[in-house]
């Protein structure tokens, strides 16, 4: 039974540029969230997709997007980098948005914006 | 914004003590979760505890949870050198999956 998978695990981009992340949930699952975790934070809610629509939001602004697929898989991306961009992109799956059972959390993807 | 806040935020015992870590919020809840992450990786969930539950075990593990106080703890008795992590708590108010972390709890085992 597969896991939560990310892609990339690193990525290194300059300022200004743009950068997508990919995310696989666990098997069965169907609901994705990202989180962004600044270098010694906990990780902070950037939103939630379920049934291909962002269901809620953090408090991020307009340069982070996502979006789900039919497959459940999700994507995040972000316009516009800046260095305080540079964290640990997490992504976590669980099943049904209202259900509030446990997320699985993927490795990650260490994002590095120079 | 961080809804919980650890303490202590870090904590170092020798193999074979008991660790005790301990989470404040903010908000009513409807649950809380433990997760642990080793060296800047993924998290790993722990326990969940639901806002009408004071206390749950999982092998070496035991959560309370005080709706009252606002407050959680986290034990792990006799600790191993592998438990040297960083520990969260998540609480999620509306049953929605959105979670809110702490900072975080460092614990180092030393062997």
């Known amino acids: 039974d597969a896991g939560v998978t990310q892609s990339p695990t690193h990525l290194i981009k300059t300022r200004g540029q743009q950068v997508t992340l990919r995310c696989s949930p666990k098997?069965?699952?169907?609901?994705v969230s990202w989180y962004q975790q600044a270098l010694g934070q906990g990780p902070q809610f950037i939103f939630q997709?379920?049934?291909?629509?962002?269901?809620q939001r953090g408090n991020f602004p307009d340069r982070f997007s996502g979006h789900q697929f039919p497959n459940y898989s999700s994507e995040l991306n972000v316009n516009a980098l800046l260095l305080g961009d540079s964290a640990l992109y997490l992504c976590?799956?669980?099943?049904?948005?209202?259900?509030?059972?446990?997320?699985?959390f993927g490795p990650g993807t260490r994002l590095t914006v120079l | 914004s961080q809804q919980g806040e650890e303490d202590p935020q870090a904590l170092s015992i020798q193999e074979g003590e008991n660790a005790t870590m301990n989470c404040s919020y903010k908000?009513?809840?409807?649950?809380l979760q433990w997760y642990r992450q080793n060296s800047g990786r993924g998290l790993v969930h722990l326990i969940l505890i639901r806002s009408n539950e004071r206390e749950k075990h999982s092998g070496r593990l035991r959560v309370t949870l005080d709706t009252s106080k606002k407050s959680s703890s986290l034990l792990i008795t006799a600790s191993r050198a592998a438990d040297t992590a960083s520990y969260f708590c998540?609480?999620?108010?509306?049953?929605?999956?959105?979670?809110?972390f702490g900072q975080g709890t460092t614990l180092q085992v030393k062997p």
């Open positions: 098997s069965g699952h169907d609901t």
């Open positions: 976590a799956s669980s099943l049904g948005v209202k259900l509030a059972g446990t997320q699985y």
């Open positions: 997709y379920y049934e291909e629509e962002e269901r």
């Open positions: 908000t009513s809840i409807n649950n």
């Open positions: 998540a609480t999620d108010r509306g049953n929605t999956g959105k979670l809110i």
